[in-house]
């Protein structure tokens, strides 16, 4: 069954289905989503969790076995796989076929993937997975929406703020949902009356801009790599977590591979970087970029930062700061992008 977001909070508190699919290319969100869905099945003693991520060469046969075994410290488990590039393939496809016509009740299926195109949503897969449990699509908070989304966090915070003030903070994060909870959560400490006026809100976007992610991330676009590399240093002595930096990065790639794809197929840039809301006065900066990185270098720099994902979750045995500083350099152009330069064993 397809579940609205905003309904799986209701829909936990009534029943616990055997499959959740998330679907969506906006972080935050598939992360409360899946955080609500394992609370949840932790109270219904589902105590144990087993997570994979089903890259190139994955072995599906391991996942079964999980699934039919029985585990030594609790009744039932959580089955978590992530798969990055949205495509089983065919293996996977059986797999999930397989899974869901024996479905145990010792399981839970917990499935994280990129936004699945209409070609994906009518494979036998899918369908499966479609009927028997809930897919959850999660869509991104475009730039008309992001004041009343933040308003909504803002009276979940119990923090009142007018207009103006929402609408500074709004530009303030040009859609990146996670800077905007952070954000939010300085608000707390500093707005002890839960009142925050367009001057106060204006003083803390102030104080919080000597470094940032977005200055970074222009300083990438436009080739700035000592620019970038002292800003992302600047981040990381200021206590910035690498998952903030690394959704920033990724979220930048798969616009600059969208836009490209678009243009190889006939399409202007300019529409291109309108259907992918891109905001006017990031658009040079998107376009230069575009002239400078080939399709294919964009690629494995999206599969470098899956690696670096990885590193951070504690899933690989990396530096995740030194493959930041490698994945920036090689972004805005002072490292080349090719694979023996990529700080990252892409065979792990």
């Given at each position: 069954m397809r579940l609205h977001p905003d309904k799986?909070?209701?829909q936990l508190k009534q029943s616990l289905e055997p499959i959740y699919v998330l679907t969506g290319d906006e972080p935050l969100l598939i992360q409360e989503a899946?955080?609500?869905?394992?609370g949840q099945a932790r109270a219904k003693g589902f105590t144990e969790r087993e997570l994979f991520n089903a890259e190139a060469r994955f072995d599906w046969q391991q996942v079964l076995t999980e699934a039919n075994s029985l585990s030594l410290f609790a009744d039932k488990k959580i089955l978590e796989l992530r798969i990055p590039s949205g495509k089983p393939g065919r293996e996977g496809g059986q797999f999930f076929q397989d899974y869901c016509s024996n479905i145990s009740a010792d399981n839970l299926l917990l499935v994280i993937l990129p936004k699945?195109?209409?070609?994906?949503?009518?494979?036998?897969?899918f369908?499966?997975?479609d009927a028997h449990g809930a897919i959850v699509q999660v869509w991104p908070v475009n730039a008309a929406q992001m004041p009343q989304w933040i308003k909504h966090r803002l009276d979940q915070a119990g923090i009142h703020a007018n207009h103006q003030a929402i609408e500074i903070l709004a530009e303030r994060v040009e859609g990146n949902l996670l800077a905007a909870i952070q954000e939010i959560e300085k608000l707390k400490l500093l707005a002890p009356e839960g009142e925050i006026d367009s001057e106060m809100m204006s003083s803390v976007v102030t104080d919080s801009a000597r470094y940032n992610v977005f200055t970074m991330i222009d300083r990438i676009l436009d080739g700035d790599s000592v620019g970038a590399i002292r800003t992302l240093r600047g981040l990381r002595d200021e206590g910035t977590e690498p998952t903030a930096i690394l959704w920033a990065l990724t979220r930048e790639l798969r616009i600059l591979i969208k836009a490209s794809e678009q243009a190889a197929?006939?399409?202007?840039i300019d529409s291109a970087l309108r259907?992918?809301?891109?905001w006017d006065k990031h658009q040079p900066l998107v376009r230069k970029a575009l002239r400078r990185t080939r399709p294919?270098?964009?690629t494995m720099l999206l599969r470098q930062a899956g690696g670096i994902d990885r590193a951070v979750k504690g899933m690989r045995d990396a530096l995740p700061w030194d493959e930041l500083t490698s994945m920036v350099l090689s972004m805005s152009g002072a490292n080349p992008v090719h694979p023996s330069n990529l700080?990252?064993?892409?065979?792990e």
């Open positions: 799986l909070s209701r899946a955080d609500a869905i394992r699945v195109d209409k070609a994906s949503q009518n494979t036998k897969w369908k499966a997975l197929s006939g399409e202007s259907k992918l809301r891109v294919a270098q964009l700080r990252l064993a892409l065979r």
